[in-house]
């Protein structure tokens, strides 16, 4: 998809994430009540002062920008959110002088640094989906039967759980280490203690808008209706908690501890230039899996660790590009039996992991399960996350000169209580 060049009167870096290509949404605050903000350079746009300023009222109304999170603006649909971010695209585009010259420019336009960024979606229900060949594969080769990694059914569905909304937070929130049961392999009995196994998964969620009645299915060609936005996904996990509790009914507690999101929800309509074509899929999928177009995204993800008082340290480089399953299909299955959605639920991909070993997406992988630990730049070494470090994703498209990203994920862990 050809990308129609613009250029903006602000003066954006040429990497930012958060170009006039990207314009994406969240909620943040300054000192005042919570409310809806756009991103663009290294500022935050007071989406409500846009308002009041008369340059968006032919959009959408006041209430749905004045709120804590971004569901009532999700609510009114793809096409209204379209409207409201092409007018603020054309607000910001050079040789536009409506908002460049507007007597309450420095109240519409706030300096990122002087923000708090907040939970931006009210999280209704949350599932997390296992769709990365790469990862089934080496966490199967892992665990089972090298000969035969992949369960039978991963091929032929995308392999999903219900995790727990509650505990999803923002970046920078503190995430506390969990405690739980494990099973060592050479005791009899379990114990209880602090995991000792912390890890994160590197994934990104997609967020879903308007809804589906109890009893209807959504098919992957309708899907794009209702995929409103995407974000950086960390789905932390308890990998000792996780060996032993997860069989027969799959992740609990090694799960539901925390669950971390970026705070700028990236509109889909930025990310399509940089559809590409999924792997393969083999054998043929059921018919209402099946899809028609580009459906992948080619997003590149990094992951660092920063041990306390050092620079951070990248650990790993992929891209959501690899996932064997696309976000079309994902819905498509969740909805098949007539489950019904509703606005600000939220989709994790699963850990996306590339074919190679730089490129996988937990320290469970990187590591080979502690057998290979990394070598930290100040002399220490990971097999897994350890108390005061922090871990941050990175993610963004870029394709001739433009770059659309996501900011930054990251949360500190701190000692178990």
Known sequence: ???????????????????????????????????????????????????DAGLISETVGRAVLDTDFLNPLMNLGKPATRKLRNRIKELLTAGNIELENHPNKINILIPVFDCKMHLPVNVGDYTDFYSSIEHATNVGIMFRDPANALLPNWKHLPVGYHGRSSSIVVSGTPVRRPKGQTKADDQPLPSFAPSRLLDFELETAFITCRGNALGESITTAEADNYIWGMVLFNDWSARDIQKWEYVPLGPFLAKNFASSVSPWVVFMDALEPFRVKGPEQQPEVLPYLKYEGEKNIDLNLEVYIKPENTEPQRVTASNFKYMYWNMNQQLAHQTVNGCNIRTGDLYGSGTISGPEKGSYGSMLEITWSGKNPIQMNDGSERKFIQDNDTVIFKGWCEKDGVRVGFGELRNKVLGAY
């Open 1 to 51: 998809m050809a990308i129609s060049k613009l250029n903006s009167w602000l003066s954006i870096a040429a990497n930012s994430d958060f170009s006039i290509y990207n314009i994406p949404f969240g909620i943040f605050s300054n000192g005042s009540q919570s409310r809806v903000g756009a991103a663009i350079g290294e500022f935050v746009i007071d989406l409500p002062a846009l308002f």
